[in-house]
């Protein structure tokens, strides 16, 4: 089938309406099973994973016999024991795809390579015993002086090869440094962004099940394709004895992309034990072992004329990196498109510390990317005394901007006007601090939006059976973002069936593979694999119809076929769809369709998804406290799939925008490797009170050089640039600029002005 | 997590038998903090003593005109009583400032004043901490220091005690009832009850081994305005940066009293009465306030992180001061 199949305008189109989620009632009754509740035969036992006391050295010696002897205990692992494993390997994979399914050993070696690595496995008949036997293994350590301090090390950075999903490290276009020492407007600025941790609700979790040579894993996992490979490759065996069970999963933000401890440690006690292992990352341990974004020091410079036009662009990045696995974030990326210049620099270096690695935070590039850029684009707006929206019509590219092809679809200009509209934005006064009610002083500000369009290969099968009920399968997930909804949409405005008629199946290793949750590319992945999968499914329909003798379109001719109101039509004759498979096919009939990774229409457009936010904030004169009273955010992103999920989509990322401004940050203890504030009591997320008026719009817009549907992906688009507003707005509503991430409050005390007198209390 | 034995306290006797009579032996209330500690080993104990069934659940008027409220009292409880409401608004205020509703729901009276100190290097079991394992140092002298004490600390020990309510009881004058495991009773101002850490940080109150906190008395509740005002880098859900619980009483356009104390500062919640003093018989001025918060401050001490707490308690105390002595 060819995906550029448009979606054709007959019978009910779900597709864009607001469906509520096909699984709603299944979560909030508590039936929607996760990973670390599924039950098995046979008695499980539980796994708890003791980490590391240092950041970088060895065990010396370990001692477990007293855990051992304690009731209940079944089995004690380290890396003495440990069944053999592959070695990790280099720390740059040869092929990008491979750092998704390489071998991730556990307990393999002494070497101890970040703080709270696990250096031992306790299996007991109940999690207490077994966290309890862990608490009495004596270990020794040969603790070497590690490097943890981004700043400290800043002489040792390196070009990677390349960036995280294969861009190119640097790019270079005209002759920046020229045109910024010859301008007489610039902006050049450091902002430094923190260590951040996704923190999904539902922890990282196993349960392991043996039957001969074929393991069966519950897990938590975003793709399920990449987490069987690496668990094969991880225990040596073939891909094919790896079924994975990955039905609901509680957000994953890109932290369940590859497998953790937990998985390889349960698969491995589990064939030791020959018995079920369940194994759960505690809320601590995630903060060391499911990975985080890293910490980066970002040079933005910026040249232009009196106009606002700009001259130049630089954007450098410097992050750290784990020095046992290179995880270069895309963070200087998105510059190369989203604003015209003559002259540019984008580049990535890196520093290596004793951490792990990195993963895939969402927006992994724009989200601290454009916490640095859409500052310092509002920094350059007031130095020129320009609107930030009037600074960006002015710079708004024809093409591609380095790549010198056009946009698929660019709505960023009707984006913000529109907001502007909404929001009110022409109540702003450019001069900062002038707006105050009361003791609170009132701010507004903007920033742009862009991320990445994306489509991965993917299949899907779908069947109907002699009654006419659909199935459909596929190793995709829904991390909580409403993919079981817009498959069954998709599929029922296909088949002119109700999106309940249609029995969406997701996350299980022995449906058709997917590219998975990730890089907001799911929906439009997924979904264009199953609209092929029930296209050809009604080409075998309308084909058995013609074919079978007793059909009431025996002979007819098929060009003429629709399926809408769970009839089929052909010509002038209609049949109820149940009826005729009845009739036709009492067996049931079968089809699959795939869709091929983005080719021609990625390499000959550039195809981004974009928007603007908006933000109100107040900022309290006396404490520096700030709180978002107003958060507006217009959406161009192609089709919307279905507006109420999208919605939550981006309120979700505008959120994330909160928080990465005003509070999220992992604080890396330089002494000793450690993330201080490793819980949710001191790794501060936005609470309901922190996000009180949230608005999305989305524009009208269909992209056809991005899928048969028209659409973009929108899991990460909302964090792309909101946290760059609101650090703006607070820029506007108090004077002070803060470069450094989070903007907490007492980084903006200083510049607020002393208190003077009490009647203003009054006010 | 260390096997324990357990027993719910149907009576006070029981309660005190089990405290007295077993080694390492511990009460426990609503369990909101103690739970967490023992999950991770921090707090270890061989017997926990329910004693949630005990009849300290009441919330009575004493013979003075003030209150007697039972330390099983749920802050939730406490927070919507009407007198309390209507009386002692600062401590309702701070009720509900503290933690989150489900929370309150759990956590009692007693418990909410000996809760311990969320200093992070305390919670790590691999990082030094001497207040959990004495003589092991202090991480956080030297370390991460942002949430910690500006007043009344020392180079063993920066941690604060993170309670809210007991900063509202301690501007209200308040004490705690106990009982020891004799069935002796004495009343503990509540600005006594906590030590300051000196050199031995672990020793955090001075109740004796096994002795209950059984109540807290209020005195007659105070002419004036009161307010609990709490800073802090999110809207809810987050320990103080620093607090302030205020009563001011203008009188004409005079003070005729004011009281506040302090939280998210020290070990323990921290009032200074000389500073109260220097406002008797004034006129309201933000200049006034501004002297009042620098006497408060005069010995505070910043450990590099938690510097910006010195200036913002100062400006908080003014904020609420003024906050304090409007009118209507």
């Known amino acids: ?763 | 997590m260390k096997p324990f034995t357990y027993q719910r306290a149907g009576e006070l006797r029981d309660a005190m038998a089990g405290v007295a009579g077993t080694p390492n032996a511990k009460f426990i209330s609503g369990g909101t903090n103690l739970l967490d500690l023992m999950k991770l080993e921090i707090e270890r104990p061989a017997h926990l003593i329910d004693i949630n069934h005990l009849p300290f659940n009441g919330i009575e008027e004493t013979a003075e005109g003030g209150l007697r409220i039972g330390a099983q009292v749920r802050n939730s409880t406490l927070a919507a009583d009407s007198r309390i409401r209507s009386n002692y608004p600062v401590l309702a205020q701070a009720l509900l400032a503290g933690a989150s509703a489900q929370i309150r729901n759990k956590a009692s009276t007693g418990g909410n004043l000996l809760q311990r100190t969320r200093c992070y290097y305390f919670y790590d079991r691999n990082m030094p901490c001497n207040k959990r394992k004495p003589g092991s140092g202090c991480a956080a002298l030297h370390g991460f220091n942002r949430m910690h004490a500006v007043l009344g600390s020392s180079d063993a020990c920066i941690a604060v005690h993170p309670s809210d309510m007991a900063v509202a009881m301690l501007v209200l004058d308040a004490s705690v009832e106990t009982m020891d495991t004799e069935g002796v009773t004495r009343q503990i101002p509540v600005g006594d009850l906590h030590r300051l850490p000196g050199s031995t940080p672990d020793v955090e109150t001075q109740l004796k081994l096994g002795e209950m906190i059984t109540a807290v008395i209020l005195p007659p509740g105070q002419p004036g305005r009161q307010l609990y005002r709490k800073v802090r880098d999110r809207a809810s859900y987050a320990f103080a940066l620093v607090s302030v619980a205020a009563i001011v009483h203008v009188a004409g356009d005079t003070i005729a009293g004011a009281r506040f104390a302090l939280g998210g500062v020290a070990a323990k919640p921290w009032r200074v009465p000389e500073a109260e003093a220097i406002l008797l018989g004034e006129k309201v001025s933000t200049e006034m306030f501004e002297r009042a918060a620098d006497i408060a401050l005069a010995n505070a001490v910043g450990r590099g992180g938690n510097d910006f707490k010195i200036p913002l308690a100062k400006r908080t105390i003014q904020q609420a001061l003024a906050a304090a002595s409007q009118r209507g």
């Open chain 1, 1 to 763: 089938m060819s995906n550029s199949t448009p979606i054709a305008d007959t019978g009910k189109n779900w597709i864009g309406q607001p469906v509520d989620r096909v699984d709603g009632a299944l979560k909030v009754t508590g039936q929607a099973v996760y990973a670390y509740e599924h039950r098995t035969d046979g008695p499980v036992a539980y796994g708890y994973i003791l980490g590391a006391g240092i950041a970088r050295g060895r065990v010396s010696a370990i001692d477990t016999a007293q855990a051992e002897a304690m009731p209940g205990v079944l089995r004690v692992m380290t890396y003495k024991n440990a069944p053999t494993q592959p070695a990790f390997g280099p720390a740059v994979t040869p092929a990008v795809r491979e750092v998704f399914t390489r071998p991730r050993p556990v307990l393999s070696t002494d070497r101890v390579r970040y703080y709270d690595e696990p250096v031992a496995l306790v299996v007991a008949e109940t999690f207490e015993a077994a966290r309890g036997a862990a608490r009495v293994i004596a270990i020794d350590y040969e603790d070497e002086r590690g490097a943890y301090d981004l700043s400290r090390h800043l002489a040792d950075a390196y070009a990677p090869q390349r960036t995280n999903a294969g861009f190119q490290t640097d790019s270079l276009v005209g002759d920046f440094e020229a045109a910024f020492a010859d301008s007489a407007v610039k902006v050049d600025t450091i902002y430094t962004t923190p260590y951040e941790h996704h923190n999904p609700m539902e922890p990282h979790a196993t349960l392991a099940a043996w039957s001969g040579d074929e393991v069966t894993i519950y897990t938590s996992a975003q793709t399920l394709a990449n987490f069987r490979a690496g668990i094969a490759n991880t225990l040596q065996i073939p891909p094919d004895k790896v079924h994975l069970v990955s039905r609901f999963i509680g957000g994953g933000f890109g932290s369940k992309l590859i497998v953790h401890a937990d998985t390889i440690l349960a698969a491995l006690a589990a064939r030791d034990l020959q018995r079920p292992v369940k194994i759960a990352l505690t809320r601590q341990q995630m903060f060391a072992n499911a990975g985080h974004r890293a910490k980066m020091i970002q040079s933005v410079r910026l040249s232009a004329n009196r106009e606002g036009k700009l001259t130049g662009i630089a954007h450098d990045v410097c992050s750290a990196t784990s020095r046992f696995e290179e995880f270069c974030e895309q963070t200087a990326v998105f510059a190369r498109s989203l604003y015209a210049a003559p002259n540019r620099i984008t580049r990535h270096r890196l520093v290596s510390v004793d951490t792990n690695r990195g993963e895939w935070m969402r927006s992994p590039g724009e989200a601290p990317g454009m916490l640095a850029f859409e500052c310092a684009m509002d920094e350059l707006a007031d130095q020129i005394g320009i609107d930030p929206i009037q600074l960006r019509i002015r710079n708004e590219p024809e093409v591609d901007p380095e790549r010198n092809v056009p946009f698929s679809t660019r709505n960023l200009v009707a984006c913000m006007q529109e907001g502007a509209r909404r929001f009110g934005w022409e109540q702003r006064q450019a001069k900062p601090g002038t707006v105050r009610q009361g003791r609170k002083l009132i701010g507004l500000g903007m920033a742009a939006a862009i991320r990445p369009n994306y489509l991965g290969a993917s299949a899907a099968r779908i069947s109907i059976d002699g009654n006419g009920q659909v199935k459909v399968q596929l190793d995709m997930t829904d991390i909580g973002t409403g993919t079981y909804t817009i498959l069954a949409q998709i599929a029922a405005t296909s088949l002119g069936l109700p999106p309940s008629a249609i029995d969406v199946q997701l996350g299980d290793s022995h449906f058709p593979r997917t590219a998975g949750s990730g890089g907001s590319w799911g929906a439009a992945s997924a979904g264009s694999a199953v609209h092929n999968a029930c296209e050809a499914l009604k080409q075998k329909i309308a084909k058995v119809s013609q074919e079978v003798r007793g059909s009431p379109f025996y002979g007819s001719n098929p060009d003429r076929t629709e399926f809408t109101n769970g009839e089929i039509r052909i010509g002038d004759r209609s049949e109820n769809l149940a009826n005729l498979i009845n009739r036709v096919a009492p067996q049931g009939l079968d089809a699959q369709g795939a869709v091929e990774a983005a080719g021609e229409n990625y390499r000959n457009y550039s195809q981004h998804a974009y928007g603007a936010h908006f933000v109100e904030i107040e900022v309290d004169l006396d404490t520096a406290e700030m709180r978002v009273s107003r958060m507006l955010s217009v959406i161009g992103a192609g089709r919307i799939l279905n507006p109420k999920t999208a919605r939550s989509q981006i309120i979700g990322g505008m959120v994330w925008g909160i928080g990465a401004a005003l509070m999220e940050e992992s604080v890396l203890d330089p002494r000793y490797g450690h993330f201080v504030n490793h819980d949710l009591a001191e790794y501060h997320v936005p609470v309901n009170a922190d996000v009180p008026d949230l608005d999305v719009v989305f524009l009208e817009e269909s992209d056809g050089n991005a899928n048969v549907f028209g659409s973009k992906g929108i899991g990460e688009l909302g964090v792309c640039g909101a946290g760059a507003a609101v650090a703006n707005a607070i820029f506007n509503a108090t004077g002070v600029r803060v470069r450094e991430f989070p903007v907490t409050l007492d980084k903006v005390l200083p510049g607020l002005p002393v208190q003077t007198s009490s009647g203003a209390n009054r006010s």
